[in-house]
């Protein structure tokens, strides 16, 4: 299977939010907040395609003034363990020109803590509350200097 990377196009945020709300429910983004993103950051919200075109995951970023974040990152679930969350990390890094980029990632979720760590992240921090439902989420950073 041949994946690439591209920035999304507008009309492909449907299928976005579809694959969000599979992959993230009850968690996932409201379909406004994906078009927020959209119109804030587009030129960091990805998309990995096979040679057919489907759409296999996505990872949207973002910045300010001293920091980049990974704000999102999906993979289909039928998809997972061939590269394409690792490509659509890359991908993004590159864009990136900011030395500290930041995320947050459920503790119990192995697989993208895996990814984080081999791109070389580091937890620097663990919060209990972190979106004040009581739901943990490790912060990860990556020091971005060396790019």
């Given at each position: 299977m041949i994946i690439t990377t591209r920035k999304i196009e507008v009309y492909e945020i449907n299928e976005i939010f579809e694959i969000d709300k599979k992959e993230f429910e009850p968690m996932n983004y409201p379909l406004f907040v994906l078009k927020q993103y959209y119109d804030l950051f587009s030129?960091?919200?990805?998309v990995a395609e096979n040679e057919n075109k489907d759409i296999l995951g996505y990872i949207i970023g973002g910045t300010n003034n001293s920091e980049g974040w990974i704000l999102s990152l999906a993979t289909k679930?039928?998809?997972?363990?061939?590269?394409?969350?690792?490509?659509?990390?890359?991908?993004?890094l590159n864009l990136i020109n900011i030395d500290c980029i930041l995320l947050t990632v459920h503790p119990d979720n192995s697989g993208a803590i895996h990814i984080y760590e081999k791109l070389g992240f580091k937890t620097s921090a663990r919060k209990e509350n972190y979106y004040g439902d009581h739901s943990p989420r490790n912060i990860m950073k990556l020091d971005n200097t060396h790019k």
């Open positions: 030129e960091l919200f990805l679930s039928e998809y997972r363990g061939h590269g394409i969350g690792t490509k659509l990390c890359k991908s993004l």
